[in-house]
């Protein structure tokens, strides 16, 4: 009579190697957060998927926004779209993307996207930034890095965001996407609509090398007071001390304007 062990019952003909890849468990993509049984099947979607490709990340999930770059050459500079399928929303920052899909819609094609739009089938999974933190604001207070009432202007437009559930400010590094990491670009929440601000939120950008800011909001009303950049340093002084204490505090007419260097 022939015998058999528990191990040959339960795995009577499965090969070694597949016994291997259940045991190891499934692989999650870092870039869109699709899961694959095997590492050879993620190293191949992640060939075909996202190698070459302008970074596209997912900045908030509950109203379909993302940033990504303007341009494929010189300064990375960041732009808004935004992708809301259940609300059949779809636009972007730029005026030119905007005419191309508005001319498309009127010539019969309205689910045509422009190249931004495009963009978000690859985008990266949401992933949650560092939350502002009252001690931090409190702290810049006592250093002299920011009035009184500047911090309650801060924490005016923080607690609106924390409303809508949105982040208040959402730092983005380029330099972790295989670019130049000489600027760090913030999405910061405005709880408004105009034409620097399209979805709700603007563009603050920090520069490492000089130390200086700049805001989307220059040429609105804003321009002298730009609550923005101070908002973007809130999270730069928690986050990267290193980094805010080369932070020059300069009006906005000192501000390299590097929008129009892309």
Not at 129 to 146: D, R, T
Not at 230 to 236: K, P, R, T
Not at 245 to 258: C, H, L, M, Q, W
Request: aromatic share 8%.
């Amino acid at each position: 009579m022939v015998t058999t062990t528990r191990s040959d019952v339960d795995h009577p003909s499965v090969p070694t190697v597949e016994l291997d890849q259940v045991q190891q468990g499934t692989r999650e993509c870092h870039i869109c957060g699709i899961h694959f049984s095997t590492t050879s099947n993620l190293r191949r979607h992640e060939k075909e998927q996202h190698d070459g490709q302008e970074p596209m990340l997912c900045i908030d999930p509950k109203n379909g926004l993302y940033v990504t770059t303007k341009h494929s050459h010189g300064i990375r500079l960041l732009i808004h779209v935004q992708k809301c399928i259940p609300e059949r929303l779809y636009d972007c920052e730029v005026d030119e993307c905007r005419d191309f899909m508005s001319i498309a819609a009127q010539s019969g094609n309205p689910g045509k996207e422009c190249y931004h739009l495009e963009r978000t089938r690859k985008a990266h999974a949401y992933i949650p930034p560092a939350p502002l933190k009252n001690e931090s604001v409190k702290e810049m207070v006592e250093k002299g890095l920011i009035s009184t009432c500047r911090q309650e202007e801060c924490m005016t437009v923080y607690q609106r965001a924390n409303s809508e559930e949105v982040d208040c400010v959402f730092p983005i590094f380029w330099g972790e996407h295989s670019l130049s990491d000489r600027y760090i670009f913030f999405s910061v929440y405005t709880g408004e609509k105009d034409s620097w601000c399209k979805f709700g939120r603007t563009l603050s950008t920090f520069d490492t090398k000089t130390g200086k800011w700049h805001c989307q909001c220059i040429g609105s009303k804003n321009r002298i007071s730009c609550i923005h950049r101070y908002l973007s340093m809130w999270w730069l002084f928690q986050e990267h001390p290193h980094l805010a204490k080369n932070a020059v505090d300069t009006s906005n007419e000192d501000i390299e304007d590097i929008i129009w260097a892309a």
